[in-house]
């Protein structure tokens, strides 16, 4: 099921693992108790892909964090 905008935009802030706050990428992904958290498309991905579902936000940017380089 699609999300509206609305649900988009009520998330606080932005991706908790990558702060971008862009409402057009944002999603939310669900930790193992059933706490939504708001992040973009990418982390929602790799959250989804990976082999277990995090049981804290912390738990969550460790696992699925940054992986891109900058600069």
């Known amino acids: ?17 990558c702060g971008t706050t862009d409402a057009r990428m944002l999603a939310f992904t669900r930790l193992e108790d059933g ?5 973009c498309g990418s982390h929602k991905t ?3 892909r990976s082999e277990k579902m995090a049981r804290s936000i912390d738990e969550l940017r460790v696992m699925i964090g940054e992986r891109r380089k900058t600069g």
């Open 1 to 17: 099921m699609r999300m509206g905008n609305r649900e988009r935009r009520a998330g606080e802030g932005g991706c908790a693992v």
């Open 35 to 39: 706490t939504r958290v708001v992040v």
């Open 46 to 48: 790799a959250h989804r």
